[in-house]
């Protein structure tokens, strides 16, 4: 089923009321018909229209139980429509924004959905990138709240892998790395790349061991006619400029250290899929790993895991 609103008419027509976001959750959510979350019983009935009863073990759910919208005291009707702006605007919405567009009292419950719905624009257990890769650092600028309260400027390093199709850029992983150690840089392409693939990396030693690690390693030097970075790797730094075009234009370029690697997750999701025909899909993309990634109460929005700090710019070839 891949059914979704193409523009904003179709999206009225689509979500008239609470009950029709509710069956299209219920639709993207168990596909194969209903699967009880305690006992896998493959047979429910609907209870009071917004519940289902296990026939196996009796108990009860909902469609949003366990999913971002768990918990939930705003209408579905309400997040249909911010996942429906988040996704249409080709360079996303800020929480100002959002606030403003759907009328919602305070910045503070905007921000939080944004943040939510960040937390489901990773597809669970999506593909690694394959063929020729191209893998290099970059050094962020962000604010960090210091002590008292203040601001301070902060430089996060940002791993990017770009797979390169033909002459074009295809998909992208982006990951806010601890430092540009070996560990930190296998831990990032392992993840984001699968192995046997041409990874193209400039000379520093932190990628050194990547042909142990089962992957074929193109290095290019810096040697020779003084070449700037963005010609060693230009498909990184294509992305590099376009990531800080965003993070600038959309955000003001007030995006937190602690929160970067959610922004990071929200440019990629659109990046991979910026020649999508339709916006909608997007939308139908987002609703569906919505109800497949698990809940995120504020407080967790809040109480980030700190990365521990860098070392220092040990790496500074690749900005
Ligand atoms: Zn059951």
């Known amino acids: 089923m891949e059914e979704y609103p193409r523009n904003l008419a179709e999206f009225d027509r689509f979500f008239p009321t609470e009950d029709a976001c509710r069956a299209y959750l219920v639709r993207l959510r168990w596909p194969d018909g209903f ?33 971002i919208f768990q918990d939930t005291r705003t209408p579905l009707r309400t997040w249909f429509h911010a996942m429906w702006w988040v996704t249409s605007q ?47 650092e970059t050094y962020l600028g962000g604010v960090h709240h210091g002590r008292y309260g203040r601001q301070v400027q902060t430089q996060s390093l940002v791993g990017i892998a770009v797979q390169i199709d033909g002459a074009c850029l295809g998909r992208i992983r982006l990951r806010r790395l601890p430092d540009a150690s070996t560990p930190s840089l296998l831990a990032f392409v392992q993840d984001a790349i699968e192995p046997d693939s041409l990874v193209h990396t400039d000379g520093w030693v932190g990628y050194a ?63 991979n899929r910026r020649r999508a025909r339709s916006r909608g899909k997007l939308f139908f993309r987002l609703v569906q790993q919505a109800v497949a990634v698990g809940p995120a109460p504020y407080e967790s929005l809040v109480r980030y895991a700190r990365l521990p700090p860098p070392r220092g710019p040990q790496h500074l070839g690749a900005t």
């Open 35 to 67: 699967c009880c979350p305690a006992c896998g019983g493959r047979t429910g009935w609907p209870v009071r229209a917004v519940l289902f009863e296990c026939a196996a073990c009796g108990r009860q759910t909902s469609v949003t139980a366990g999913t």
């Open 209 to 271: 061991p990547l042909r142990r690690h089962g992957y074929r390693h193109q290095i290019t030097y810096p040697q020779g006619q003084a070449k700037s970075p963005s010609q060693l790797m230009p498909h990184v730094h294509q992305v590099v400029s376009l990531l800080k075009r965003w993070l600038l234009a959309t955000h003001h370029g007030a995006v937190t250290d602690e929160h970067l690697a959610y922004y990071l997750d929200e440019f990629t999701f659109r990046f």
């Open 90 to 136: 080709k360079t996303g919405v800020s929480a100002l924004g959002l606030q403003r567009v759907l009328g919602v009292r305070s910045y503070k419950t905007a921000w939080s959905w944004l943040h939510k719905l960040r937390r489901a624009m990773v597809r669970p257990g999506r593909d690694r990138l394959t063929g020729r890769v191209e893998v290099d």
